[in-house]
């Protein structure tokens, strides 16, 4: 198998696994992939930056207000805190009153929301056209 960490053969081998294999690699992508970092280059909690606690999986959008729920752009590393009193309220009515709250932060998130659905809205395409073709 090819080493490539694109999104491309990301979605691709995901596909090949097991559900459950398949939900622990997605998070750790995101974990790794995420921008901003704890100061030795850690996983942190997109909202609040801590990075020593054990992180989890948000959805920005709550799957109760519509949001995917294994889309890139919609899954940030969260601290079980931050998850937690977030809960289903939108985004910016919960996040922007807290006294953690940073524009740094939030424009890394708004990165991170833009570049994730421009690359998911470039290669599920190719995606879907590979595996109808059945090739490798
Ligand atoms: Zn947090």
Known sequence: MREDHGPN???????????SEARRKFRQSIFEDYLLRGPHGQAACAYCGKWHERLTLDHIVAKSKGGPHYARWNSVP???SCNSSKSNL??????R???F???E???????????QSFVSAHT?????????DGKE
């Open 90 to 95: 939108g985004l910016f009515e919960w996040w």
């Open 105 to 115: 932060r939030e424009e890394a998130l708004m990165t991170w929301v833009y570049v």
């Open 97 to 99: 009153p807290q006294r």
């Open 78 to 80: 969260a601290c079980f």
């Open 101 to 103: 709250w940073s524009q």
């Open 9 to 19: 053969l990301l979605l691709y081998s995901l596909s090949e696994l097991r559900p």
């Open 124 to 132: 599920i395409e190719g995606q879907t056209k590979g595996a109808m």
